[in-house]
């Protein structure tokens, strides 16, 4: 199946400080990738979903100004938080789809970045 | 909204015993299912799918029945082996290409 990469794999920061996390498709083109957080002994809760070349749409409740997702190219989304704090610290899951996702489009999955704010 | 409740773990089961997951869903329209398995260290992997009532998703030994008439997408495996140790997510999407999951099930396979 396609694989997809997430870099780092876990990251501890200062509180105030701004952490990016990428998200690589490896070896096919997505055209649609998907943030995720999943707090522990929870489901996986969307962020946003973002699209090649264009602006991310954030679910609800999601501050689309801490939580910055930028798509560049058809293999890379990068997912920075901004001015950090402990609440944001979670598990950040990142998928991606070829074709959009959804009823008959699987979504591949990253492994996973441990965010810990001190 | 669409939601999906899946029964807690941990399950610890011995080798070769039979597994069932229950999941059922709340969604408005045709939603498909789906099974997502999370081994260690590793990303959500797609373990099997349905798409429509009365489909049966399979792989690996595992099964699962969409049931429209109990809104459920019970996981089965007749035989669990060590290997199948995983935290295990039951999935659905309606119309559009949001994923909603529950809150996954850890299963633990002992010799």
Known sequence: G?????????????????????????????TTMFWYRQ??????????TSNEGSKATYEQGVEKDKFLINHASLTLSTLTVTSAHPEDSSFYIC??????GGRYNEQFFGPGTRLTVL | GDSVTQMEGP???????????NCTYTATGYPSLFWYVQYPGEGLQLLLKATKADDKGSNKGFEATYRKETTS??????SVQVSDSAVYFCALTGGGNKLTFGTGTQLKVEL
Do not use: N, Y
Not at chain 2, 11 to 21: N, P, R, Y
């Open chain 1, 2 to 30: 396609a694989v997809v990469s997430q870099h780092p794999s876990w990251v501890i920061c200062k509180s105030g400080t701004s952490v990016k996390i990428e998200c690589r498709s490896l070896d096919f083109q997505a």
């Open chain 1, 39 to 48: 707090f522990p002994k929870q489901s996986l809760m969307l962020m946003a």
């Open chain 1, 95 to 100: 998928s991606a789809s070829s074709q959009g």
């Open chain 2, 11 to 21: 399950v610890t089961l011995s080798e070769e015993a039979f597994l069932t997951i």
């Open chain 2, 73 to 78: 997408f019970h996981l089965e495996k007749g």
